[in-house]
C-alpha cells in the first residue's frame, strides 16, 4: 500500500473517530433532557484545530467559562486543520439544531462562504481569533495583531532609548495573516525609529525547533543585533536557546508574543529572565459566552467586533499582570458614578445618542454627570476636570476631535481614573501610551467605504468624470476623518467619479445648507453626487437645492451616513438616495463595559458597533423598525 493510501486512510479514520466522539447523543432533545431539561441553549463550538496552544486554551477556557451557565452546553468539533472537515462539522452541528455557533476558523478566506451559510439561516455566528472576509456574522472577537507588533516595536524602542542598534524580527509562516498584521505592525514603529536598524528572517515554521535552526545557523551577523522581536513565544524560547548555545543569551534582547502561563510559554520565560516581555494574545472565552447570552437573549445593541487588548508583559510587571488575570470579579454593590462630556446636540444622531446613554444609566443604576460641550473642546477638557474633582468612578468623553487630550487624559490617569473614548476616538500616540482604557463606537473607515461601494455600484457614470460634492462634518474629529480615508479608498479605484468640492459643516443642518448655498454662489450647479458625513448635512443640502429649483435624489444623488428616521423619511420622499448606518444607540453596551470595567474585568482594546447600509428601495419597509 502506497505511502499516500496510508496518510489517507488515518485521516479519514481520524475524521471518523473524532466525529463519533463528538456525536455522542443522536438529537438535540437527547442533549437537552440529559440535564433535567435546565438547558435552554447548544452552543457548536468549532476549532480549527486542538493542536496549536492557543486553540486548546480556546476551548478549554470556553468550557471553564460554561460552568457558570446551567442553561447551556456546548458541543465542540475539531477539524483538525482541515477546511473540508470544518465545513462538515459545522453542517453536522446545524442538523444537531445548535442555537449558536463559535468558530475559529482554519482559513479566513475558505471559511468565509459556510459561515455565511450560518448567518443566513439565522443561526447567530461568533467568529473568534481570525477575522472573516466581509460582515457576514454575529460578532467577531479577537486581537489585533497590528497592535501586538505596535506594542513589540515600542517596547524595544523604548528600551534603545534613541541610541543606534540593530533588531532581528522572526517571523512564522504557519499563520500568514498573524504574522504578516504583526510585522506591519512592528515594521511601523521601526519605520518611525530610524536609528534602529530591522533585519527580517522568515522560518520554516512556528516552531521552537525552526527558530533554533536558523538563530543558530544566523552565524556572524548575530554579533551586531542588540534585540530579537518573536512572532510567537515558541520562536522566542527557540532563540533564546540558540542564543545560550553561542554564549549570546546575556547579550540579545528577546521579545515574544502570545503570554500562555504554562512551563516554556510566554510568561515563565518572563519570570526565568529567558526574555525581556511577551505581548498577550488574548483569547476572549469570557466575553464570548457573555455576548454569546446577550445575542440568544435578543439583547439589543450587540456589537459587531470586539477587539481584544493585547498586554506588555515585562520582568517588571508580570506579577501584577497575573493579579489582574487571575482577579476575581466582584461587583461593587454601590452606586458608579459616571462623568460623562457629551459633543453636544448638533444632530439627530447625536440626541438619540444621549437618550440611549441616558436610558442605559438608569437601567444599569448608575449616576451619570453629563455635560453637554456644544461641540466646544475647551468646555469638555473643563468638564473632565470637573470629573476629576468630583472622584468620579469613571470618565466617559466622545472628543470632539481627535488631537489635544493627553495632558486631561494624563491628569486623569494620574487620578486613577480610567477613561473610556465613546463614539468617536483620539490620537493612535494617546491611545498607545495607555491613556484611555477602551473605545466604543463604529467602524468610520467602512462607513466611508460602503459609501462609496454603495454610489459605484448604483450611480451609473453618464459622463466621463462624475463629480462629487463632500460635506464634511467637523474638521479633526475621527468620524470625518476616517469617513472621508474610507470613501477615497474606494473612490482610488473608481476613476469614473472626482470629489470635485469639499467642506465642513460641523455635522449640522445649517452647515449642509450653506455648503451648497456657498457653491451655487461661486459656480452653476454641476454636482451629479453629494457625499454628506451625517444626514443632518444632507438634510440642510436637501433644503437649500430646493430653494434653487434642483431636484435632490433624481438631479444630484445624495449618500447619507448614520440612517436616522429623517434620512429614512428623505428616502421614501426620493429625496436621498442612501443612507449608510452608524448606530447611536449603544448606551447599554457602554454601561455594561462600565460596570464590567469598576468590577476589574480586563477591558476590549475596541468594542465596535453594528450597522448596515439602508437605500430607497427598503426605507419605507425599514422605518418602521428603526430605534431612532
Ligand atoms: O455621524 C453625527 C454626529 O460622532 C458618529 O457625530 C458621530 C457623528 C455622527 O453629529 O451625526
Avoid at 452546553?73 to 472537515?85: G, L, P, Q, Y
Avoid at 488574548?282 to 470586539?306: C, F, H, S, W
Wanted: glycine share 8%; charged share 30%.
Amino acid at each position: 500500500m502506497s505511502k499516500r493510501h496510508l496518510i489517507l486512510i488515518l485521516c479519514l479514520l481520524t475524521v471518523g473517530i473524532s466525529t463519533l466522539l463528538t456525536w455522542s447523543r443522536n438529537t438535540k432533545d437527547e442533549a437537552l433532557n440529559a440535564n433535567e431539561g435546565k438547558v435552554e441553549y447548544i452552543i457548536g463550538v468549532s476549532q480549527a484545530n486542538m493542536r496549536e496552544k492557543w486553540r486548546v486554551a480556546l476551548v478549554e477556557e470556553l468550557e471553564k467559562e460554561i460552568q457558570g451557565y446551567d442553561n447551556i452546553r456546548i458541543i465542540t468539533t475539531d477539524a483538525t486543520s482541515s477546511v473540508e472537515k470544518q465545513k462538515l462539522d459545522i453542517s453536522h452541528l446545524m442538523g444537531f439544531g445548535i442555537d449558536l455557533l463559535i468558530i475559529s476558523p482554519c482559513d479566513e478566506k475558505e471559511m468565509t462562504e459556510k459561515i455565511k451559510e450560518v448567518y443566513d439561516s439565522n443561526i447567530p455566528v461568533i467568529v473568534m481569533d481570525r477575522a472573516i472576509e466581509g460582515f457576514d456574522y454575529t460578532l467577531y472577537i479577537g486581537p489585533d495583531n497590528t497592535v501586538i507588533g505596535q506594542q513589540a516595536g515600542n517596547y524595544i524602542a523604548a528600551m534603545f532609548d534613541g541610541k543606534p542598534g540593530k533588531v532581528l524580527e522572526l517571523q512564522g509562516n504557519n499563520l500568514p495573516i498573524q504574522s504578516e498584521e504583526r510585522s506591519i505592525g512592528f515594521a511601523s514603529v521601526m519605520d518611525a525609529h530610524p536609528e534602529i536598524e530591522r533585519s527580517v528572517l522568515k522560518l520554516q515554521n512556528e516552531s521552537k525547533d525552526s527558530a533554533y535552526d536558523a538563530v543558530l545557523a544566523a552565524g556572524e551577523e548575530l554579533k551586531e543585533v542588540d534585540a530579537i522581536f518573536a512572532h510567537s513565544d515558541y520562536i522566542a524560547l527557540g532563540a533564546y536557546e540558540a542564543l545560550k548555545n553561542r554564549g549570546l543569551e546575556n547579550t540579545i534582547a528577546i521579545v515574544g508574543s502570545d503570554g500562555f502561563k504554562e512551563e516554556d510559554e510566554g510568561i515563565d520565560l518572563v519570570q526565568s529572565g529567558r526574555i525581556e516581555a511577551t505581548i498577550s494574545c488574548p483569547i476572549g472565552a469570557r466575553e464570548a459566552i457573555e455576548y454569546a447570552m446577550d445575542i440568544l437573549k435578543n439583547e439589543t445593541g450587540v456589537p459587531k467586533q470586539v477587539i481584544l487588548r493585547s498586554y506588555t508583559i515585562t520582568q517588571k510587571n508580570v506579577e501584577n499582570y497575573l493579579d489582574k488575570m487571575n482577579a476575581t470579579y466582584e461587583d461593587s454593590g454601590r452606586k458608579i458614578v459616571v462623568g460623562y462630556s457629551q459633543v453636544g446636540q448638533e444632530s439627530q444622531w447625536r440626541l438619540a445618542n444621549t437618550n440611549s446613554i441616558q436610558t442605559a444609566a438608569d437601567i444599569f443604576n448608575i449616576r451619570l454627570l453629563l455635560e453637554d460641550a456644544n461641540q466646544s473642546q475647551e468646555r469638555q477638557i473643563e468638564a473632565i476636570r470637573g470629573f476629576i474633582r468630583e472622584g468620579v468612578d469613571v470618565i466617559v468623553v466622545s472628543p470632539v476631535v481627535e488631537t489635544g487630550w493627553d495632558e486631561v487624559l494624563r491628569e486623569a490617569k494620574a487620578a486613577g481614573i480610567p477613561v473610556v473614548m465613546s463614539d468617536r476616538n483620539v490620537t493612535q500616540e494617546d491611545i498607545e501610551e495607555d491613556l484611555i482604557t477602551t473605545y466604543i463606537g463604529a467602524d468610520f473607515k467602512e462607513e466611508g467605504r460602503r459609501a462609496m461601494r454603495w454610489i459605484r455600484d448604483n450611480v451609473e457614470p453618464d459622463k466621463k468624470q462624475m463629480k462629487i460634492l463632500q460635506l464634511q462634518g467637523n474638521k479633526g474629529a475621527s468620524p470625518t476623518e476616517e469617513r472621508q480615508e474610507g470613501f477615497e479608498e474606494v473612490l482610488k479605484e473608481c476613476p469614473e467619479y472626482k470629489i470635485v468640492y469639499s467642506d465642513h459643516g460641523n455635522f449640522t443642518f445649517e452647515g449642509g445648507q450653506k455648503i451648497v448655498r456657498e457653491y451655487l454662489n461661486q459656480y452653476k450647479w454641476d454636482i451629479d453626487i453629494i457625499y454628506a458625513h451625517n444626514d443632518d448635512m444632507a438634510l440642510g443640502a436637501i433644503e437649500e437645492l430646493k430653494k434653487h429649483g434642483i431636484k435632490p435624489g433624481e438631479d444630484v444623488k445624495i449618500v447619507s451616513v448614520d440612517a436616522t428616521k429623517a434620512a429614512f423619511l428623505a428616502m421614501i420622499e426620493g429625496e436621498l438616495n442612501c443612507a449608510v448606518e452608524c448606530n447611536p444607540v449603544f448606551g447599554n453596551q457602554l454601561m455594561k463595559a462600565v460596570r464590567d470595567l469598576v468590577s476589574g474585568k480586563p477591558m476590549p482594546f475596541k468594542i465596535i458597533t453594528e450597522e448596515k447600509i439602508y437605500d430607497e428601495s427598503v426605507a419605507e419597509d425599514m422605518i418602521k423598525l428603526r430605534e431612532y
